[in-house]
């Protein structure tokens, strides 16, 4: 049986890495790399690092900071990419085929496509061309609309006419090899996965399906991996709440029976290397 995946999600935002409530409010918790060092230690199957920044500053200025200043994100791709010790996809302002190939020259296994997806869905093709479908992940980011209907948002805001089906389909016929599907109005509420949505998209495609948007306890992780047909659950917030957070859902998840691998403790690793 194939092994289900539990995901952290990182989020920077200008050069800090922060938490999210719904797409709006934004919380800064550490440097860029930090988390990346403490997911890696404790053996995360991958990790999702999105550069949700609404400008290209990634110098704060701040030197009390203790981490590097970075120009641009070029500096931020390359050191997140020699701390990383686990399967790393990359996305975030992504908008040519040069785009593509600097992350995974840089590190990255994959990459994610979310505004490119719904502004030129060709690209997907283009890129799955020239490196493989197997490194494409398209961010779908989902909300209802005044009618209470699911749909398609790009970057979380502005409302496109697809519904999450629809559109699902239309990126794996494009040569998508995964698909991040998140709840923008879960987003950081805690309050657990929208299942039915993470259902409805799964059942009608053929490739992995990652469920992002409203972990709060480790029982919502336990029902997505389940109750849907999702290959994975990701996360962010959660993940940033104490050191061992990772080890403490796989642990939980294990011991219910799930299909994921071993949790191990960190002074285990840490004797064994």
């Given at each position: 049986m194939l092994k289900k995946r539990v995901i952290p999600v990182i989020l920077l935002r200008n050069g800090l890495i922060v938490q999210s409530r719904a797409f709006k409010r934004y919380q800064s918790i550490g440097s860029p790399t930090a988390a990346v060092e403490r997911l890696s230690s404790w053996q995360s199957d991958e990790l999702i690092y999105l550069d949700i920044s609404p400008s290209s500053t990634y110098d704060l200025n701040r030197d009390d900071l203790n981490h590097p200043t970075f120009s641009s994100i070029i500096d931020i791709i390359k050191l997140v990419s020699k701390r990383c010790q686990m399967p790393l996809t990359f996305g975030g302002g992504i908008?040519?085929?040069?785009?593509?190939?600097?992350?995974?020259?840089?590190?990255?296994?994959?990459?994610?496509?979310?505004?490119?997806?719904?502004d030129n869905i060709d690209m997907i093709t283009k890129i799955a061309n020239m490196f493989g479908s197997q490194c494409i992940v398209v961010s779908i980011d989902v909300k209802k609309n005044e009618k209470d209907m699911p749909i398609v948002y790009k970057r979380g805001k502005e409302a496109t006419n697809f519904k999450p089906v629809e559109f699902a389909k239309m990126v794996e016929n494009a040569g998508a090899g995964e698909i991040l599907l998140n709840s923008v109005d879960l987003d950081g509420s805690g309050n657990g996965f929208d299942l039915e949505l993470?259902?409805?998209?799964?059942?009608?495609?053929?490739?992995?399906?990652?469920?992002?948007?409203?972990?709060?306890?480790?029982?919502?992780f336990y029902e997505v991996l389940s109750k849907t047909k999702a290959s994975a659950v990701a996360a962010a917030n959660i993940f940033q709440h104490s050191e061992n957070s990772m080890y403490s859902c796989k642990s939980y998840l294990y011991t219910q029976g799930l299909p994921v691998r071993k949790p191990f403790e960190l002074s285990y690793i840490n004797k064994n290397l």
């Open positions: 908008r040519t085929i040069e785009d593509v190939n600097f992350r995974l020259k840089n590190g990255a296994d994959k990459i994610t496509l979310n505004s490119i997806a719904i993470i259902n409805e998209v799964a059942q009608n495609i053929k490739i992995p399906l990652i469920a992002l948007g409203g972990a709060g306890n480790w029982g919502h």
